[in-house]
């Protein structure tokens, strides 16, 4: 079982940055991405962006590219979201995600292709 603890959210005035980290308890994460999803007040939680443990490569929602980088330090079995030019609209609890099994580019926006899940961390821009 992989528990996964996020740190980084909190309040920014729009147009400000944030960094969101999110660290696997394996000492090697074994899996084969990690991402993030958010959820806004009233609405279901929805893709961010993912990347590939092995090969680094990544992925964005359209209403994020351009805005949010996602990284990942191996070493550290971290992920981490770097989120500039902040809007109002992204604010929501960002949750953490993590893929044990073969990852499939046709389903990685989909909740259910994740097996673990962090407990959420809120970013709150301001306008």
């Known amino acids: 079982q992989v528990q996964l603890v996020e740190s980084g959210g909190g309040l920014v005035q729009a147009g400000g940055s944030l960094r969101l980290s999110c660290t696997a308890s394996?000492?090697?994460?074994?899996?084969?991405?990690m991402g993030w999803f958010r959820q806004s007040p009233g609405k279901g939680r929805v893709f961010v962006a993912v990347?590939?443990?092995?090969?680094?490569?990544?992925y964005y929602a359209d209403a994020v590219k351009g805005r949010f980088t996602i990284s990942r330090d191996s070493a550290k079995s971290t992920v981490y979201l770097q989120m500039n030019n902040l809007k109002p609209e992204d604010t929501a609890v960002y949750y953490c995600?993590?893929?044990?099994?073969?990852?499939?580019?046709?389903?990685?926006?989909?909740?259910?292709?994740?097996?673990?899940w962090g407990q959420g961390t809120q970013v709150t821009v301001s306008s």
């Open positions: 990347i590939t443990w092995s090969s680094a490569n990544t």
């Open positions: 995600a993590a893929r044990s099994g073969h990852f499939r580019i046709a389903s990685m926006t989909w909740m259910s292709e994740y097996d673990y």
């Open positions: 394996e000492r090697t994460f074994s899996g084969s991405a």
